[in-house]
């Protein structure tokens, strides 16, 4: 969890089991005692849980403190939030790529034009995921019943996109090979 989503540690995760494992809502107090950790740690990660559309604070009608749960089932909530934060970060590095390739402009020179051409490479691989993504995942915000989504895939249809991405990454192995084969030829002409 914590090498996936900001503003969460080691922590989060052990909220998370602490939520799943007590089947309703608990309070930042309650989990504080529960884990033996200070409010204050709870709560920083408390709210990168938030944030990361894993969780959801609550607060009924007259509490005087607000419950946190899990946002849906675990782990669909995770699987989730791992899309989520995977499409956020492709749309954003899309955007990068984009405003640098703005920013370069009508620059001349060779630098200028390798830096072009890379950029626009790397918009061209943003933009390719992207839109595979849109293909394959629908647009979601919150827990992915990633079960019931694989099930109602045909069996066919999952073994032809496997053979399918096998064969692309074979044939872009053999690809790179050639081009390593290529470059070396040249060089020892």
Known sequence: MAASFPGITRLGGQIIAALY????????E???????RSKSNVFANLRGLEAA?????RREHGARHDTFGLRGKYPDV?????????RRVVQDKRALSRRALGLLGEA???EADSLRMRLADLTRKYDLFAELMERLLPEMDGPVDLEALLTAVPAPVL???ST??????AAGEAVAVAARLGKRATQER
Do not use: C, K
Request: hydrophobic residues 45%; charged residues 20%.
């Open 78 to 86: 995770i699987i989730g939030a791992y899309v989520g934060r995977l």
């Open 53 to 57: 559309g894993i969780i959801e604070r």
């Open 108 to 110: 001349r020179g060779s």
């Open 159 to 161: 073994e032809a996109f």
């Open 21 to 28: 494992l007590a089947d309703h809502p608990r309070s930042m």
């Open 30 to 36: 309650q989990l504080s005692v529960d884990l033996g």
């Open 164 to 169: 399918a991405a096998n064969s692309a990454r």
